[in-house]
């Protein structure tokens, strides 16, 4: 996994994120839809036996679920 966005921030579990989440739609954190986005990262996501490499994307300007981690 890496992070693009400040330090102490962590990146979510995979498993966790919903559908709209992994393909970029909602925010990763708030499950918000983006309008605007920022980069978080990128995680592994296995489904069915299939690993990919996921994006994350984030709020823009961070959101309060990112601001106070």
Same mark, same amino acid.
């Given at each position: 996994m890496t992070a693009s966005l400040?330090?102490?921030? $962590?990146?979510?579990?995979?498993d966790d994120l919903t559908g709209p989440q992994l393909?970029?739609?909602?925010?990763?954190?708030?499950?918000? &839809?983006?309008?605007a986005d920022q980069r978080l990262g990128?995680? $592994?996501w296995?489904?069915?036996g299939t690993t990919e490499v996921v994006e994350l994307w984030?709020? &823009?300007p961070l959101c309060t679920e990112a601001a106070g981690a």
């Open positions: 400040p330090s102490g921030l $962590e990146l979510p579990d995979p393909q970029g739609w909602h925010c990763a954190l708030c499950e918000r &839809r983006l309008f990128t995680v $592994e296995t489904c069915g984030v709020c &823009r």
